[in-house]
T-cell receptor, first 112, second 110 residues
Framework: DTEVTQTPKHLVMGMTNKKSLKCEQHMGHRAMYWYKQKAKKPPELMFVYSYEKLSINESVPSRFSPECPNSSLLNLHLHALQPEDSALYLC???????????FGNGTRLTVT | GENVEQHPSTLSVQEGDSAVIKCTYSDSASNYFPWYKQELGKRPQLIIDIRSNVGEKKDQRIAVTLNKTAKHFSLHITETQPEDSAVYFCAAHTGNQFYFGTGTSLTVIP
């Protein structure tokens, strides 16, 4: 069982499309993260939300727009992506501070 | 910012042998060090972690050691099995985020 749920599992979109990735957790974690991962590379941090407020934006292009509607949900809105944005997008959550990340199964995104 | 280096990048061992993966970090403020295992097509999963006030931690066939003075930590897997084959990532936590090593692809040969 995965405690962090991501939808959809797979997404193919054109460069002019708008789509959203969704993430949900019910572990009471107050820190939520978006990571981008290319094959056989480490997860690359994109955004961190702490107590529903954006605390870290790792200079991510504006075509990626995060949203944290409440403490259990995290969205990533996508618009005008490029083929090089194709990757596995991982959501994670944790208790704030020195506590482990719990990853979702990810969304495999392909931009055509 | 923090810089985490991980070696080796690939490792092949015979089933039953031990495997060791090493990581170094640069920021002395890092205080939490998890290890993640990622099987092909799956999510990273925490296998063991260690905090900066502890030198060693063991969980069955897996152990982690931490040397704060030298700023390095290592993952030890004993009696390896084919299902241990995966990519392993170390990480260091400082500030409000995790810094990952570059990964080690472990293959256990039956």
């Amino acid at each position: 069982d995965t405690e962090v749920t991501q939808t959809p599992k797979h997404l193919v979109m054109g460069m002019t499309n708008k789509k959203s990735l969704k993430c949900e957790q019910h572990m009471g974690h107050r820190a939520m993260y978006w990571y981008k991962q290319k094959a056989k590379k480490p997860p690359e941090l994109m955004f961190v939300y702490s107590y529903e407020k954006l605390s870290i934006n790792e200079s991510v292009p504006s075509r990626f727009s995060p949203e944290c509607p409440n403490s259990s949900l995290l969205n990533l809105h996508l618009h005008a992506l490029q083929p090089e944005d194709s990757a596995l997008y991982l959501c994670a959550s944790s208790h704030p501070g020195t506590n482990p990340l719990h990853f979702g199964n990810g969304t495999r995104l392909t931009v055509t | 910012g923090e810089n985490v280096e991980q070696h080796p990048s690939t490792l092949s061992v015979q089933e039953g042998d031990s495997a060791v993966i090493k990581c170094t970090y640069s920021d002395s403020a890092s205080n939490y060090f998890p290890w993640y295992k990622q099987e092909l097509g799956k999510r990273p999963q925490l296998i063991i972690d260690i905090r900066s006030n502890v030198g060693e931690k063991k969980d069955q066939r897996i152990a982690v050691t931490l040397n704060k003075t030298a700023k390095h930590f290592s993952l030890h897997i004993t009696e390896t099995q084919p299902e241990d084959s995966a990519v392993y990532f170390c990480a260091a936590h400082t500030g409000n985020q995790f810094y990952f090593g570059t990964g080690t692809s472990l293959t256990v040969i039956p």
